[in-house]
C-alpha cells in the first residue's frame, strides 16, 4: 500500500472508529483477512462476540492506518512490546521509523492516535454503559481530586470522575507505564471549564510542562482525552485531525471543539 498521510511531530492524527456500526458480514470477513496468525488466536480467545469484534475491528483500524503513513501493507506490520507491555511498531519496519500510535476502545468506539516522534496516549470512555462509584476515586485518585470530585453536585459526578479518569489514563499511557505508576501520584485540576493542568510527584521524575493534553466528545455518549509530548520550541498543543473510519471503506473528517485543553 502506497503511504497517502505524513504523521509529523507537530500534529495528532486520531482516528474513530464505531465498530456496533460496522454490520457487514462480508466487510467483517475481509478484517479476518488482515490479521495475524496470533491475532486470530487472540480474537478467538474472547467469548463474548461484542469482544471478538471489537478485537478484529481494532487490529485491522490499526494496520489499514499504519498503512496511509508507510509504505507497508496491512497485513505486514508486525508489533513489539516494551517492558511495561505496551505496544508499539516493531524495529523492523525502517519506512516507519519514528511513527508513535496509541489504542484505546470501550463499548461501541474505537480510538487510535498516530504521531511521529513525540510521545502520545489516548482514552476513551462510554458515559453511558460505565457507570462507577465515587470510591474508586477515593482509593485511586489524588487527595486534590477526591476533595474537588466530591464538591461536584451529585448529578456532575460521573461526567467528572470521568473527565479525571481519561486524563489520567492519557497521561500514563502517554508516558508507556500503564499502571505501574500509581494514580494518586499525579493529579489534574480545572482552573476554569475549559482548561486542565497537570501536577506531578516528584517520585514520577516527570516534568507536567512536557506534556499537552485535550478532550474531546466524540458523541454525547462517549470522553476522549489525548496526552502529547510537546514538541521542542512548541508549547502550544500540537495540531490535531479527527477522523471517523470504517477501515478499508470510509473516511470523513470531524470537527469537534475541545472541551479542555491544557493550551489555555
Same mark, same amino acid.
Given at each position: 500500500?502506497?503511504?497517502?498521510?505524513?504523521?509529523?511531530?507537530?500534529?495528532?492524527?486520531?482516528?474513530?472508529?464505531?465498530?456496533?456500526?460496522?454490520?457487514?458480514?462480508?466487510?467483517?470477513?475481509?478484517?479476518?483477512? +488482515?490479521? !495475524? &496468525?496470533?491475532?486470530?488466536? #487472540?480474537?478467538? %480467545? =474472547?467469548?463474548?462476540?461484542?469482544?471478538? $469484534?471489537?478485537?478484529?475491528?481494532?487490529?485491522?483500524?490499526?494496520?489499514?492506518?499504519?498503512?496511509?503513513?508507510?509504505?507497508?501493507?496491512?497485513?505486514?506490520?508486525?508489533?513489539?512490546?516494551?517492558?511495561?507491555?505496551?505496544?508499539?511498531?516493531?524495529?523492523?519496519?525502517?519506512?516507519?521509523?519514528?511513527?508513535?500510535?496509541?489504542?484505546?476502545?470501550?463499548?461501541?468506539?474505537?480510538?487510535?492516535?498516530?504521531?511521529?516522534?513525540?510521545?502520545?496516549?489516548?482514552?476513551?470512555?462510554?458515559?453511558?454503559?460505565?457507570?462507577?462509584?465515587?470510591?474508586?476515586?477515593?482509593?485511586?485518585?489524588?487527595?486534590?481530586?477526591?476533595?474537588? +470530585?466530591? !464538591? &461536584?453536585?451529585?448529578?456532575? #459526578?460521573?461526567? %467528572? =470522575?470521568?473527565?479525571?479518569?481519561?486524563? $489520567?489514563?492519557?497521561?500514563?499511557?502517554?508516558?508507556?507505564?500503564?499502571?505501574?505508576?500509581?494514580?494518586?501520584?499525579?493529579?489534574?485540576?480545572?482552573?476554569?471549564?475549559?482548561?486542565?493542568?497537570?501536577?506531578?510527584?516528584?517520585?514520577?521524575?516527570?516534568?507536567?510542562?512536557?506534556?499537552?493534553?485535550?478532550?474531546?466528545?466524540?458523541?454525547?455518549?462517549?470522553?476522549?482525552?489525548?496526552?502529547?509530548?510537546?514538541?521542542?520550541?512548541?508549547?502550544?498543543?500540537?495540531?490535531?485531525?479527527?477522523?471517523?473510519?470504517?477501515?478499508?471503506?470510509?473516511?470523513?473528517?470531524?470537527?469537534?471543539?475541545?472541551?479542555?485543553?491544557?493550551? +489555555?
Amino acid at each position: 500500500m502506497i503511504a497517502d498521510l505524513s504523521a509529523t511531530s507537530d500534529g495528532v492524527d486520531v482516528w474513530l472508529a464505531f465498530y456496533n456500526e460496522i454490520d457487514d458480514t462480508a466487510l467483517l470477513d475481509r478484517f479476518a483477512g +488482515l490479521l !495475524s &496468525v496470533e491475532e486470530c488466536r #487472540q480474537e478467538a %480467545r =474472547f467469548r463474548f462476540a461484542d469482544d471478538r $469484534k471489537r478485537y478484529r475491528v481494532t487490529r485491522a483500524l490499526l494496520r489499514t492506518a499504519l498503512s496511509r503513513y508507510a509504505p507497508v501493507a496491512p497485513l505486514d506490520w508486525t508489533f513489539a512490546t516494551n517492558a511495561y507491555g505496551c505496544p508499539r511498531i516493531a524495529e523492523a519496519h525502517g519506512a516507519a521509523a519514528g511513527i508513535s500510535f496509541n489504542l484505546s476502545h470501550t463499548r461501541g468506539l474505537i480510538a487510535l492516535a498516530v504521531t511521529r516522534g513525540l510521545a502520545v496516549g489516548i482514552d476513551v470512555e462510554n458515559l453511558v454503559v460505565r457507570q462507577v462509584s465515587t470510591g474508586i476515586a477515593e482509593r485511586f485518585f489524588a487527595p486534590a481530586e477526591v476533595d474537588e +470530585l466530591a !464538591s &461536584v453536585a451529585t448529578a456532575q #459526578q460521573q461526567d %467528572r =470522575f470521568f473527565e479525571y479518569w481519561t486524563f $489520567k489514563e492519557s497521561y500514563i499511557k502517554a508516558r508507556g507505564m500503564g499502571l505501574s505508576i500509581p494514580l494518586d501520584k499525579f493529579s489534574f485540576r480545572f482552573p476554569h471549564a475549559a482548561a486542565v493542568q497537570l501536577a506531578v510527584q516528584p517520585e514520577l521524575d516527570d516534568d507536567a510542562a512536557r506534556w499537552n493534553f485535550v478532550q474531546y466528545r466524540p458523541t454525547p455518549d462517549y470522553l476522549l482525552a489525548l496526552c502529547v509530548e510537546r514538541a521542542q520550541q512548541q508549547p502550544a498543543l500540537p495540531r490535531v485531525t479527527l477522523r471517523k473510519v470504517v477501515p478499508t471503506c470510509s473516511l470523513q473528517a470531524v470537527e469537534l471543539p475541545a472541551l479542555k485543553t491544557s493550551a +489555555l
